[in-house]
């Protein structure tokens, strides 16, 4: 992109649906000292950027107003003391938000070399260093352990799938029936349709691991699907933030429950999660072991349209948003 071409995003205009997403001429970023600017060529829709266009997720500060957590283009403007990258190299990167834009200043512990085609790789940044960090550092997760992941359509969940069986686990995971082939397709050993079955009956055994995203509506019977030894960790609240925990059933299986969000970590957080996926998830990336999986791809201008997709969940894995030069 030429320095004199106005810059656009998507400018939340107030809290709302879709319909308050609007492309319009912005700022340009200039990168600080360790940021480089990236031309974005696609950024992707996360479930986060849907709660912050409502209202209720706002970005950190010192992070740009506009959503979007990852993004893939080419470098554009290095700031200073930058080494190691240069002008016109391809790359994705982790956010903190202001992907939906044709530009972003991104620190270059956040960037990430591209694994696959540009434009894809958009749908990776955000849900490898999710998946890695929840599954490997928080919980563990080992070869020949059973994990239950919840919302196995999601974004999250097709990778988590992928990744999890890359690592040899047993993968059980729930979804409505529409979505069960696809994440067969992907590896997943068993499919819950949790509309009509309770996933706690339908587990074989309890399960070693539980990556959740339902929260407070799923924390009992998230507990009670643990086998000994087992590991719960919630990293969203679908359905609700609150529920009372039963120790004595914890206790009992001498289990734990962990929480975390990716995008309050400070950047030297982030820098060390994108470290250690590009270490132990992008050779899986760049072998085809795991891929990224893009239900579609929107024009960044029509970003309202790719969250109606998102919100009626008639997506499978990510929607892409691209930017037209
Ligand atoms: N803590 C963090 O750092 C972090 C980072 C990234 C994402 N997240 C969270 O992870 C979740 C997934 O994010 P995403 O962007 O990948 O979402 P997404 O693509 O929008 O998918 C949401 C999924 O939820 C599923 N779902 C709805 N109700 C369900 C239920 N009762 N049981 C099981 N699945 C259900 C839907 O599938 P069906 O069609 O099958 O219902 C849909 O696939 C979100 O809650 C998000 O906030 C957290």
């Known amino acids: 992109m030429n320095d004199d071409e106005p810059m656009h995003a998507i400018v939340i205009r107030e809290p709302g649906g879709p319909e308050v997403l609007v492309w319009t001429e912005v700022p340009d970023p200039r990168p600080g000292p360790g940021e480089v600017v990236v031309d974005v060529v696609a950024s992707a829709v996360n479930r986060a950027d849907l709660l912050q266009r409502q209202g209720f997720y706002d970005p950190p500060p010192g992070t740009p107003p506009y959503p979007g957590l990852e993004c893939s283009g080419r470098i554009s403007a290095l700031g200073e003391g930058v080494t190691g990258w240069r002008v016109g190299d391809e790359v994705c990167a982790l956010l903190s938000g202001g992907g939906y834009a044709e530009r972003v200043a991104v620190p270059v512990g956040q960037l990430l070399p591209v694994p696959v085609g540009l434009v894809e790789s958009a749908a990776l940044p955000e849900v490898a260093c999710t998946v890695w960090s929840n599954l490997v550092m928080t919980v563990g ?8 992941i919840h919302g196995g359509g999601s974004g999250i969940g097709t990778f988590a799938i992928q990744f999890a069986k890359a690592l040899g686990a047993r993968v059980v995971t729930t979804a409505r029936r529409a979505k069960h082939e696809a994440l067969t ?11 009509e079955v309770d996933f706690v009956g339908a587990l074989d055994g309890g399960a070693d691991v539980i990556l959740d995203i339902q929260g407070g509506e799923y924390l009992a019977r998230n507990v009670a699907a643990l086998a000994t030894n087992g590991r719960l960790v919630v990293i969203g609240m679908q359905g609700g933030r609150r529920a009372s925990l039963d120790l ?25 999660i994108v470290a250690g996926v590009r270490a132990e998830v992008w050779p899986l990336v760049a072998d085809g072991t795991v891929r990224p999986v893009v239900d579609r791809a929107v024009p960044m201008p029509d970003a309202a349209r790719a969250h109606e997709v998102v919100a ?14």
């Open 248 to 272: 004595g059933a914890l206790m009992a299986k001498r289990a734990s429950v962990a929480a975390t969000t990716l995008r309050a970590r400070p950047p030297h957080e982030k820098a060390q």
């Open 312 to 325: 009626s969940n008639a997506h499978t894995g990510k929607v892409l948003l691209t930017v037209s030069r």
């Open 141 to 148: 997760l080992r070869a020949g352990q059973t994990v239950l």
């Open 185 to 195: 397709a992907l590896g997943a050993d068993q499919v819950v349709d949790y509309t």
